[in-house]
């Protein structure tokens, strides 16, 4: 742990980077370039090859990547940017950065810290999704870990991959109350309304990982009071457990479906989720990169592609195609 913790800290000059960015930057767009530029801090980085300095690069990403994240915040908040607290765990730390102001030092409730940590447990590694495969495409050109890892960050900006979580509280305020679910249900069956967080490309049954959050989000509304969506979302997932519509499609909740509702308890703004995201990922990213790069059979990614248009096209002369 302390390894981790020595590295927290970045070079002044990224603090001026971030502080280059527009007053809106999204976060994630601010994460993303930060992640790409500390290639150009660490240019031993490039020496992938040497076992030592690999691991070196990957306790810095890991270490590093909270305060990214948390500055990437801080700047979207109009807020100065807070220095690594190295006296606190990895979780605490991150919070720390996140929302300490005037205070002497920032205590968060263990029940918050342990539930983000859980989260980033969770997100750490889930076999070859986009993000993933984006890293290790990305990496097998060998490439330094943080350009493959910026490479991860930009696929999981996108809606379709890291934006699930928010997609699923717009789809609870536009219920908005219980006596709303049954049309809502209603126009899911007739193909007019769309079921965010439930169902997924691996899982066919409940995802393991939403039974584990939906612990996590009873011990977060301890603290911070619970989410009047949270009962659109328990009624939903009740339906969606019994209603033969979805147990035949195989539609349970997956780890999207609570995720959101915790990120919103600790205050975070929809566009912060994915950085989380990012977050938690990093080590999982990190390990599918060391992972390749230490495979000798390993060559650089480059999908199939068959053509499948027209075969026998006339081919007309420039000096006729405009006559």
């Given amino acids: 742990m302390h390894e981790i913790t020595y590295h927290t800290f970045v070079h002044e000059n990224v603090k001026s980077f971030m502080e280059g960015f527009r007053y809106d930057a ?59 607290d190295n006296d606190l765990g990895y979780t605490a730390n991150f919070l720390s950065m996140l929302f300490k102001m005037s205070e002497r030092k920032f205590e968060a409730d263990e029940r918050l810290v342990k539930a983000l940590d859980v989260l980033f447990i969770l997100h750490a590694d889930h076999e070859q999704n986009c993000s993933t495969n984006a890293v290790r ?61 439930f169902g997924h490309r691996v899982y066919k049954n409940y995802d393991p990982r939403a039974k584990i959050i939906k612990k996590a989000c009873d011990d977060v509304f301890e603290v911070t009071g619970v989410n009047p969506l ?15 519509y979805f147990v035949k499609r195989k539609l349970y909740p997956n780890v999207d479906f609570y995720s959101g509702l915790i990120y919103e308890a600790f205050q975070f703004p929809p566009e912060m989720f994915t950085v989380l995201f990012a977050i938690g990922r990093t080590p999982g990213w990190l390990a599918q990169w060391l992972e390749l790069v230490q495979d000798k059979e390993q060559k650089i990614a480059r999908p199939k592609q068959i053509y499948t248009g027209d075969r026998t096209l006339d081919f007309t002369p420039a000096s006729e195609r405009w006559s």
């Fill in 137 to 197: 495409s990305v990496g097998s050109s060998q490439v330094d870990p943080y350009s493959a890892v910026a490479a991860g960050v930009a696929a999981l900006f996108g809606p379709l991959h890291g934006g699930a979580n928010e997609a699923v509280l717009r789809m609870l305020r536009r219920i908005g109350s219980k006596d709303n679910i049954p049309d809502f249900i209603t126009g899911v069956k007739e193909g007019n309304e769309r079921l965010m967080g």
């Fill in 26 to 84: 999204h976060p994630m767009g601010m994460l993303m370039a930060s992640v790409g530029a500390l290639s150009t801090f660490y240019p031993d980085a490039r020496n992938i090859a040497d076992a030592e300095n690999r691991h070196m690069q990957i306790v810095r990403m890991i270490a590093k990547m909270p305060t990214l994240g948390a500055w990437s915040y801080r700047h979207a908040q109009g807020k100065p940017f807070v220095y690594p």
């Fill in 230 to 244: 949270l009962e659109i979302a328990q009624e939903l997932e009740k339906i969606a457990l019994e209603d033969e």
